[in-house]
T-cell receptor, first 115, second 112 residues
Framework: DTEVTQTPKHLVMGMTNKKSLKCEQHMGHRAMYWYKQKAKKPPELMFVYSYEKLSINESVPSRFSPECPNSSLLNLHLHALQPEDSALYLC??????????????FGPGTRLTVT | GQQLNQSPQSMFIQEGEDVSMNCTSSSIFNTWLWYKQDPGEGPVLLIALYKAGELTSNGRLTAQFGITRKDSFLNISASIPSDVGIYFC????????????FGPGTRLSVLP
């Protein structure tokens, strides 16, 4: 089973709202990722958690706040977003990062619209 | 920094035709991943490559890790309508598997 689940599938929020995106995997993977994808563009890495610790933050604005409560769950807390933050937010997981295999498995994404 | 180019940018083919696309860079990569993405969905992993010269198949798909380690190729044989989508390559330059670089994608359309 290579399933990564994400909720919600769609989210519309105002610029003053606070919301959270959720991601879950039960593959025993120890690395989890958040990506942002704009239309007709490739995914862009935002954050990487390895063994539940934040290991990469790709200079993402503080209005995006990741959280990894345990090895199966990854959240992305959103606050005071801008319309240009509207995008498909993808979660991915991999077995680890130190040794192969490095394959990343993606969830279906959350389509976020900021109004 | 490392950048990947994908060629062609888009292609229209007849059902039943074979498809070839590639991913190139001026930098050396140690791992290549190939993904397919349908509209509004997450990318689905097709093939992973770890050794220069490696040729790996997954059904009608075959991918190769270029011998120079600066490119990778994906072939689809006997295309069918469900092959429509965007194909992304992703390359890892180091030996720590966090920072994959994604190519811009090849958009495949299949004409019946």
């Amino acid at each position: 089973d290579t399933e990564v689940t994400q909720t919600p599938k769609h989210l519309v929020m105002g610029m003053t709202n606070k919301k959270s995106l959720k991601c879950e995997q039960h593959m025993g993977h120890r690395a989890m990722y958040w990506y942002k994808q704009k239309a007709k563009k490739p995914p862009e890495l935002m954050f990487v958690y390895s063994y539940e610790k934040l290991s990469i933050n790709e200079s993402v604005p503080s209005r995006f706040s990741p959280e990894c409560p345990n090895s199966s769950l990854l959240n992305l807390h959103l606050h005071a977003l801008q319309p240009e933050d509207s995008a498909l937010y993808l979660c991915a997981s991999s077995q680890g990062v130190g040794t192969p295999p490095y394959e990343q498995y993606f969830g279906p994404g959350t389509r976020l619209t900021v109004t | 920094g490392q950048q990947l180019n994908q060629s062609p940018q888009s292609m229209f083919i007849q059902e039943g035709e074979d498809v070839s696309m590639n991913c190139t860079s001026s930098s050396i990569f140690n791992t290549w991943l190939w993904y397919k993405q349908d509209p509004g969905e997450g990318p689905v992993l097709l093939i992973a490559l770890y050794k220069a010269g490696e040729l790996t198949s997954n059904g009608r798909l075959t991918a190769q890790f270029g011998i120079t380690r600066k490119d990778s190729f994906l072939n689809i044989s006997a295309s069918i309508p469900s092959d429509v989508g965007i194909y992304f390559c992703a390359g890892l330059a180091g030996n720590y598997g966090q920072n994959f670089v994604f190519g811009p994608g090849t958009r495949l359309s299949v004409l019946p």
